[in-house]
């Protein structure tokens, strides 16, 4: 059951919530068996990164638990300055000296004991102001001038800022997030597809004129051609992938982390599970994915006013993006975009701001209306409450 049974008594959905407690307890071990050596013998500690992870993910529960406790509506009043905020750290994280290089991108920003990164805090701001503007929004959303242009240009200036990290992995998430929510909202799919042609040539110089990406194109395409070179960590990877089996070699006996796969703890982690735990596991961690999209859809459609539809949607297609794009990326599907597993792969801001946005996930489901049984006539008391005259909480 995943409503309010009484006015004292909150369900949150249990299945929900258990996959991403489970998928988090798992990415602790796999963060583990990936980086154990990699941090012995770069760090002097086989726990390091365990450690930064585990304490990532106690910040990530609190804010899960905050956020289930305050609520889905209240994020509505928060709505533009979280959007702000996004953007003045997506600009301080470009000045030089401030924002950390790390593999040719400026995405960081270093404190005293953590490592900031802006644009895992953008795509959930993103997706709440989202939520927030089209339900207000709602009766002219299919205006150009009201309903698409805004928003687009928000989107334009956001990506703006992430491809001058470059964080092109970002950017894609953020334009798909808006494509999303702009499509569940009612907007013209004319604007959409018209959009998408219009932005296709500006694509295409961005991967041409990069030479880095149109390395990421070649092995892509062929990365047994670039077996030592640009297609290197695919090839890796696949390697990782395949030599699992249907068991695997067993957890902590991968052979791909010790050295030969790069970024084993973070952007192939998929690989590494693959590995060692084998078909199962994998099939395992895909069962996962899919009940946190079944049951954030399901709390969505049952939301109770079109922001926690929308925030719901948004919520539950980011995490849903983000899980496809990172294995086809292992697999070899899909060019390398740098976007990390949800929950499993190592990184403190996407781990912390994915609890804290499966927490309004989680609050959305306890209000959600649930399915009546066909055969039953509702009764008064049993009508779900209507929604505000702007579709927004108050």
Same mark, same amino acid.
């Given at each position: ?7 004292? #008594? ?75 905020? #996004? ?13 950390? =290089? ?12 953590? =490592? ?26 299919? #205006? ?45 799919? =004319? ?112 939301? #109770? ?90």
């Amino acid at each position: 059951m995943i409503a309010t049974t009484d006015r004292k #008594s909150i369900s949150y959905d249990p299945m929900l919530l258990g996959s991403v407690l489970l998928l988090v307890g798992m990415g602790l071990v796999m963060v583990y068996s990936a980086s154990a050596i990699t941090s012995l013998e770069k760090m002097g500690d086989s726990f390091y990164f365990l450690k930064r992870q585990a304490i990532a993910a106690g910040i990530g529960l609190v804010a899960m638990a905050v956020a289930m406790k305050l609520g889905y509506r209240r994020m509505a009043r928060l709505a533009y300055p979280l959007l702000v905020i #996004s953007i003045i750290l997506l600009v301080l994280v470009l000045i030089p000296g401030l924002g950390h =290089s790390a593999g040719g991108a400026r995405r960081w920003i270093r404190m005293p004991g953590i =490592s900031l990164q802006p644009a895992e805090i953008t795509k959930v701001a993103w997706v709440i102001y989202l939520a927030y503007s089209l339900a207000k929004k709602r009766e002219k959303v299919k #205006s150009f001038s009201v309903g698409f242009l805004p928003h687009l240009a928000i989107a334009g200036l956001l990506v703006v800022l992430c491809m001058a990290e470059p964080d092109f992995g970002s950017s894609v998430a953020l334009l798909f997030l808006m494509f999303v929510l702009l499509f569940a909202a009612g907007a013209k799919l =004319s604007y959409l597809v018209g959009s998408v042609l219009f932005a296709l040539p500006f694509a295409y110089a961005a991967i041409a004129r990069s030479e880095y990406r149109m390395k990421r194109i070649l092995a892509f395409l062929d990365p047994w051609a670039h077996r030592h070179d640009v297609g290197y960590q695919v090839s890796e990877s696949l390697m990782s992938i395949g030599s699992g089996g249907l068991t695997g070699l067993g957890l902590g006996d991968g052979r791909q982390k010790l050295f030969f796969l790069p970024e084993a703890h973070t952007d192939f982690i998929f690989a590494i599970i693959g590995e060692e735990l084998g078909l199962l596991g994998v099939l395992a961690l895909v069962l996962l994915y899919a009940v946190i999209i079944w049951r954030g859809i399901r709390a969505s459609l049952g939301a #109770s006013e079109p922001f926690g539809t929308y925030l719901g949607l948004g919520i539950t297609s980011l995490i849903g993006f983000q899980a496809i794009v990172n294995m086809s990326v292992a697999m070899g599907l899909v060019p390398t975009k740098g976007l990390t597993l949800p929950f499993i792969s190592y990184g403190g801001s996407s781990l912390i701001m994915l609890m804290g946005a499966s927490g309004l996930l989680l609050s959305i489901s306890a209000s959600a209306t649930p399915p009546r049984h066909p055969a039953r006539k509702p009764t008064r008391e049993a009508m779900p409450a209507q929604s505000p005259p702007d579709g927004v909480p108050a």
